[in-house]
Every structure is written in structure tokens, then in C-alpha cells.
């Protein structure tokens, strides 16, 4: 009876660790539900969002069976760095939501926050500089934004733009030295 016992109690013991999901992970796969969920969460217009994408992105493993497409041209033919200013992670990350939200075949219902996560990205970035160049920082993420909601893509940028905030930028810097 004891032998009996023992073997009733280990197939249950397994069985809750199957239903657990802890017996065997590899052979459990991630379900579309469950990629939608951890891509949303990593797509919000929260700092706390971008973070925890951020943190993934330099921790991918594991992520591998989510099988995200994490490629990315980042600002695509407009500049990275524009100006100086650090916009290719807030590209990096408005790249992963488009290509995934795309595979998933989820696109166009999520395509306004995404680009609206772009946006809120590219702002943090500027509030990282000081306040003298910062408008030259916002114009250029405002015109980054409109590219990507009107027209889908940063191909749109303007070199026009640019330069106007590159004039923008050293008109304030400028001001800036001769006041101090």
C-alpha cells in the first residue's frame, strides 16, 4: 500500500506542475493571446512601457519563443540623431510595433498608439535637454510624429525641417551665450 501511495501522490504531484504549466516549458507555446498582451504592454505611451521594452530588448532570451521581430532601420532615410538629439531607441521601439503589430495582423487598430508612443518617446528624449535647446528638440520630434501619423513613415521628414530647427537650435544657444 505504501508503494501505491507514492506513485498516486507523484502523478499528482506531476500533473499539478503540467496543469502549472512548470513541468516543461518548452513544450508549452506561447499562444497569440499571450504575444498581444506582452506586445501591448510593451507599445503603451508610459515611460514605464518603454522600459520594460527596453529591458527586453537587451534581454532577449527570454523573449525567443514570443518570436518578436525586434530588426529595425531605426529613423528609416530621415536622420537618428538629429541635430544631436538621441531619437534612435524611440525609433527602435515605434519599428518593434509596427512589425509585429503588422505579423500579427493587428496593425491598423493599434497604429494610432503606436505612433502616439513615438510621440511621448521622442518628448522624454527632448525633456533630457536643457531648456535653451529643447524647443529645437520638440520641434524636430513634432515634425517626426506627424511623419509617421500622416504619412506612415519617417521618409516624410522634410530636410527643410531639420534645418529649421538646426537654425532654431544654434539662435538659442546663441541668445543663451550672450546672456551668460
Not at 516549458?25 to 499562444?31: D, E, F, G, K, L
Not at 538629439?85 to 509585429?100: K, P, T, V
Request: net charge positive; glycine share 4%.
Amino acid at each position: 500500500m505504501p508503494r501505491r501511495l507514492a506513485t498516486l501522490l507523484a502523478s499528482g504531484a506531476l500533473a499539478l506542475l503540467v496543469a502549472l504549466g512548470a513541468a516543461s516549458p518548452a513544450t508549452a507555446a506561447v499562444t497569440p493571446t499571450q504575444k498581444l498582451t506582452v506586445l501591448s504592454g510593451w507599445t503603451q505611451t508610459s515611460a514605464t512601457s518603454y522600459a520594460a521594452w527596453n529591458s527586453a530588448r537587451l534581454d532577449r532570451a527570454p523573449w525567443a519563443e514570443y518570436a518578436f521581430d525586434w530588426s529595425t532601420d531605426y529613423c528609416s532615410s530621415s536622420p537618428d540623431n538629429p541635430l544631436g538629439f538621441r531619437f534612435e531607441l524611440s525609433c527602435h521601439r515605434h519599428d518593434f510595433g509596427y512589425r509585429n503589430y503588422k505579423a500579427m495582423g493587428q496593425f491598423p487598430a493599434n497604429k494610432p498608439r503606436l505612433d502616439s508612443a513615438f510621440y511621448e518617446d521622442l518628448k522624454r528624449v527632448c525633456a533630457t535637454y536643457n531648456s535653451v535647446v529643447r524647443p529645437a528638440c520638440l520641434s524636430l520630434a513634432w515634425t517626426y510624429y506627424q511623419a509617421v501619423s500622416l504619412f506612415g513613415s519617417l521618409a516624410a521628414v522634410d530636410p527643410a525641417d531639420i534645418e529649421r530647427a538646426a537654425a532654431m537650435k544654434a539662435d538659442a544657444e546663441r541668445r543663451a551665450g550672450l546672456r551668460a
